[in-house]
């Protein structure tokens, strides 16, 4: 089945550091691939998106996020933390018509 | 500024009463999708459209229900709501089925 997993429910990061988050996928054919953030009581909204292509994707707010195909993921990076990239992230992938979302990371920044 | 917007963005209803969520948008993406979100967990697919083909989910309740009258809107009923329907409820829309997904700010529904 297809589905899309986030490993660390909880990173800190202190402000002014760099940040990752994992995101690894279970599709059988070239999966198409995003990254949302929720701040909170809010919505999602879409920082990037993989189709094909470049595997090295650029997004809005600082972030890239490289598609490994072997290894299956599709993590999001940043070079330096702001204190309002707080929020939470939610990895997905297209699933037929809809999209599988991973469980969601939630980033804590320190000043 | 093209957008999906969401009303009310807080709804407090008591237990039993029927409540209305709506959505709108000015995008004219053919898929909106209901979305439920509890605390701390990733959004729960409750069902979408495709134009005006309704596609349900197997696990959502009864007690839910949705229509689009129009491109532009789409409204979710809950007819009994229970305690454990408090939730957020997100709305999105996408051009293409399996795309990229724009998310309203989402309402709050609180139970009494």
């Known amino acids: 089945a297809q589905s899309v997993t986030q490993p660390d429910i909880h990173i800190t990061v202190s402000e002014g550091a760099s940040l990752e988050l994992r995101c690894n996928y279970s599709?059988?054919?070239?999966?198409?691939l995003f990254w949302y953030v929720q701040s909170p009581g809010q919505g999602l909204q879409l920082l990037l998106k993989y189709f094909s292509g470049d595997t090295l994707v650029q997004g809005i707010k600082g972030f890239e996020a490289e598609f490994k195909r072997s290894q299956s993921s599709f993590n999001l990076r940043k070079p330096s933390v702001h204190w309002s990239d707080a929020a939470e992230y939610f990895c997905?992938?297209?699933?037929?018509?809809?999209?599988?979302f991973g469980g969601g990371t939630r980033v804590l920044v320190k000043p | 500024d093209a957008m999906v917007i969401q009303n009310p963005r807080y709804q407090v209803t008591q237990f039993g009463k029927p409540v209305t969520l709506s959505c709108s948008q000015t995008l004219n993406h053919n898929v909106m999708y209901w979305y439920q979100q509890k605390s701390s967990q990733a959004p729960k697919l409750l069902f979408h459209y495709y134009d005006k083909d309704f596609n349900n989910e197997a696990d959502t309740p009864d007690n839910f229900q949705s229509r689009r009258p129009n491109t532009s809107f789409c409204f979710l009923d809950i007819r009994s709501p229970g305690l454990g329907d408090a939730a957020m409820y997100l709305c999105?829309?996408?051009?293409?089925?399996?795309?990229?997904?724009?998310f309203g700010p989402g309402t709050r529904l609180t139970v009494t």
């Open positions: 997905a992938g297209r699933a037929g018509n809809k999209l599988t």
């Open positions: 999105a829309t996408s051009r293409v089925a399996g795309r990229e997904q724009y």
């Open positions: 599709y059988g054919a070239t999966p198409y």
